[in-house]
């Protein structure tokens, strides 16, 4: 049965959930699972806007033969060539062999790389600025490369003041029925998956959100259609500022995020009595992380929320807890920058992780690192509550 929703007068979502997959790109946990969305738009042509991923292939080509009720598909405008929306172009073409694929220079370089499809007799070349008249509606396309390929593309449907938005401004986590974010209580129940999926997935390219972002501040949006997540019709701006803050490496709370790695517990110890003098000193909404039970997506995502850091972990053969490490490196991969930090390390016979995280740290740019770090010698001992409370000054100066 066709599971479809009318979004404007024109416009339908054909898109679907799957609450199956655990790992989003193989990388992600989504225990809320993922929803792909695509759209149709009928006017005197008709226009697909992305296929979906092929697990939910099935739904998808009976919402759109239902949407499009017997008329041909004229266009299928390729915003982003990524597999999770583009799996269907070639069965696309084989259903309705009169559809004629918009995309531009790049888009086609990837379409003959995916699949071994003749695709120059029916393209539609565009490029940055271009316009696609479809009977009342005018699309006009942008060019957002690395937001988050190189080849993605936005469609602005200047009729409806519709931005369709590629993975900008796209989520994790099933559409239940509801496909307006209006709908649903966004703040509370989605925004933690929309900043774990755009700091994660796209987090490194901060400046070239910051230019999409740009290009789309010059628009008259009045809807959002992303190709994950619900839509956006109300409220825009406030979605956009957090665009805003997590490309630009912002944070949005004066929190303190605790990060720690932990063998036999003496570390996890002093994480929990330094968090507890940071409530003492008057810190509140403190977040806690062990790095070997919470996914690393989660801890970068709370990282790219919160303004005040710290980091400990025992030494491991000479080096630092791997756990840690690796956070370490997601966090430099991830263009990570402008955070006040503070480290504490922990080993038996030679501790060194300390430095070397704030090393690792010091190649972040812009990071205000405590200097020195306590090091804690097995276990935390009276004598050294002192150093820890000059850590709880640091963080709350
Ligand atoms: C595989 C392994 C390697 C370790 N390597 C070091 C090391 O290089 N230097 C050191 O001082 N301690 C080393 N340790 C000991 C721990 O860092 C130390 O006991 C620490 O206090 C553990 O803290 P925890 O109680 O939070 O797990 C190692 C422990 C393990 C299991």
Known sequence: MYCTKKVTEDLYWVGASDRRLALFENMYPIPRGVSYNSYVLLDEKTVLLDTVDRSVSGQFLENLEHVLAGRSLDYL???????????????IVLRYPEVKIVGNTKTFGMIRQFF???????????KEGDTLITGKHTLFFAMIPMVHWPEAMVTYDAYDKVLFSADAFGTFGALNGNIFADEVDFENQWLEDARRYLTNIVGKYGAQVQAALKKAL??????????HGPVWRENLGWFIDKYQKWSTYTPEDHNVLVLYGSIYGNTENAAAVLAGKLADAGEKNIAMYDVSVTDPSYLLSEAFRCDRI??????????????????????????????????????????????????MLSQMKNMEIMEPCLSVKSALKADQLEEMDKIVEFMVR
């Open 218 to 227: 010059t628009l008259d949006i009045q809807m959002l259609c992303p190709l």
């Open 310 to 359: 710290i980091f400990a972990c025992p030494t491991y053969n000479g080096g630092i807890f791997p756990k840690m490490e690796t956070l370490l490196h997601e966090l430099k991969a991830h263009n990570f920058q402008n955070r006040k930090v503070a480290v504490f390390d922990n080993g038996t016979w030679a501790a060194t992780a300390g430095k070397q995280i704030r090393e």
């Open 77 to 91: 405008i390729v915003n982003h060539m990524e597999p999770d929306h583009c799996a269907l172009i070639a069965d």
């Open 116 to 126: 071994d499809l003749n695709v120059d007799s029916r393209a539609v070349m565009i």
